[in-house]
């Protein structure tokens, strides 16, 4: 398909919502400065996107051609508004989605909410003082959003007023990275090395990761930032032995005063990494909040993805973290994976709401990842995930509610990732980081720190090394790059 830009220069915008319908389908694009009109198209498929510029007004067009089929509509927008060219592309957006609606038969239902974060919109709308409906009218009218959609949003930024009201401007999290998995999954996204062929690294890597947490603690004692949350991810932190993670947190609660901290949490993720002995030394240490994700609740999906769990692994140490006594378990799923059916997802959902997890997070399989192994298998991209996502939605919707949510690009059916919870237990790292508003310091191989100013007026990114053979070369290095933290916040 050829997207030609005919006047205008919106194509990372534009581009996006042409994805919307066509996935998989790679484009040709051709620019040209407006004066050509409608001449010159192509025979095969396009989208002609037209902005003539004129006098006191724009004249949007957009001709949409596929498998025959054509839908050609247009607007006009006047120069006396407010952000006169924002609301061109907005409006050309709006054309093309609904051109490419009209051909394709399919109604996506964020609309041209292609962004990652939508309930972050949702949240300046409601500082500005909008309602619900006001919001909802909104999201429909000027982003062609489904009255669902817009709804889930608006509850998912309700679910987080108190955890943002509660936000010490002057604090931070603590985002603490261990790469390394006991093998890797083959939908896997993530910088996550195997244990087996990193074993000989892993205590050297952990030790330097001490050393990264000692020093980043001098800078935020001079900043005089408070810790707030403390988050293990990965992949897989407890493939760690109990000694190693012992070792780390301690050196977590020597380096930081952790009076402050509201939440900490380790990602346990693989069942079969998790041992009596690691969990108990988990909670010991101070982590109140574990994640254990099966992902499915299917044994012959998990096989073919190659997670080497079963279920019944998953079920001892679900049960295992809750004789143990921590107060939140949130266990991940995900919609999509390849030979799932509708009907075995909706078993692991029933499955997962019969355990009461206070957590339980749904995400959906990005298309790249879904591409590629639906390539191995053979099968095809076809995939019911927005099946599967509604069933969750409106299962989970009836006992849980919706505390965060994101998008990645290129997800199936351009759907989501919802976090649901139980009332009072929404996890205050994840809204914090989805919504941008407080300093996340990652620390280890991969990890990204995200700097947020105190008035909330700038964002900065500092990205450690991604690989641990990387990180560990280049320690010196990296600890001096630490020191932008203090230039970008003091
Ligand atoms: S457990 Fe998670 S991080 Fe590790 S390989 Fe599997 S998907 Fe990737």
Redesign the pocket.
Known sequence: MTLIFDGNDFKYELESVVKLFYPAKLFDFIFRGGNDGKSRLPDDDYCYISRVREKESSLLHVIVKSESKTSELSERISNGIQNYDGECEMALGRLLFSALKNVTGKSPEWGILTGVRPVKRVNSYISLGMSEEQIVQRLKSEFLCSEQKAHLAFKTAQSQTKALESLDKNSFSLYVSIPF?P???S????V?QSVDSFSKLIPEYVQKLCEEIKYTAGITKSLGLKLDTVYFG???PTSLTAALLQMLMKQIEESFDTSSVREYTVEA??ADTITEEKLRTIKSCGADRISI?PQTLNDSVLEAVG?KHTVKQFFESFELAKKIGFETVNTDLIAGLPTETVESFMSTIDKITDLNPENVTVHTLSIKRAADLMRKSGSVIDNPAKEMVAYATQKLGALYKPYYLYRQKNMLENLENIGWTVDGKASLYNIYIMEEVQTIIAVGAGGSTKLIKPDGSGLERIFNYKYPLEYLKHFDLMLEKKNEILNYLK
């Open positions: 998995c093998s890797r999954c939908y896997c996204s993530f996550s990965g992949g897989t993720g693989r994700n997670r």
